[in-house]
């Protein structure tokens, strides 16, 4: 069970870590206390998020079942190329600031990352016996996982940064696809 979801947690967390790469990149000079608030923020959408999407799986499994697939494919389409495009933004790049991002900036982020994990969360009653541990997980691991990228992507620059968020779209897109293509083939 801990290691199912810890998986479920790992997958759910790899958009929040390349999006917190390429924020780490940009604001270079984020404290520890600032970081560790913005994965705090990111662990939390992360856990609530699949929670949201249990409640609503439970209430509105039929209409959900008919629908989910295109709502991921459009939002998780939408978000990954918008990653993708700003990774090719120069103006963008720019050199690292010392400044951290601004609240708005990773409550968006926070966000953005979380949508998958509404989906994931109408499955859970699927995979998960225990809903709670399973919740918890997810939003431990993109807490650690956040916090790791922010500081990694101080460290290993701007240019970095923008590989973590091109790959982080190509995720997102991928995500979106993957359950388009599972959810009308089978």
């Not at 409640?55 to 190329?81: K, R």
């Not at 949508?115 to 994931?120: E, G, K």
Request: aromatic letters at 12%; hydrophobic letters at 55%.
């Amino acid at each position: 069970m801990i290691l199912q979801s810890t998986v479920i947690a790992f997958s759910l967390s790899s958009d929040a870590f390349a999006a917190s790469i390429a924020k780490g990149a940009k604001f270079s000079g984020i404290s520890v206390n600032r970081a560790l608030l913005i994965a705090l923020g990111f662990g939390v959408f992360e856990a609530l998020a699949p929670l949201i999407g249990y409640m609503l799986g439970q209430q509105f499994a039929s209409v959900i079942a008919d629908y989910d697939h295109w709502a991921a494919l459009l939002l998780l389409g939408f978000l990954g190329g918008r990653m993708i495009w700003r990774s090719y933004d120069d103006d963008e790049a720019g050199p690292a600031s010392s400044a951290a991002p601004g609240w708005l900036g990773v409550l968006v982020t926070a966000l953005g990352t979380s949508i998958d994990a509404i989906i994931v969360g109408v499955t859970l009653a699927l995979v998960s016996d225990n809903i709670p541990l399973t919740l918890f997980m997810i939003g431990f691991v993109t807490f650690v996982m956040t916090f790791i990228g922010l500081r990694l992507g101080g460290v290993i620059g701007a240019r970095a940064g923008k590989w973590a968020e091109f790959l982080g779209g190509v995720g997102l897109a991928g995500i979106g696809l993957n359950i388009f293509v599972s959810h009308t083939m089978f």
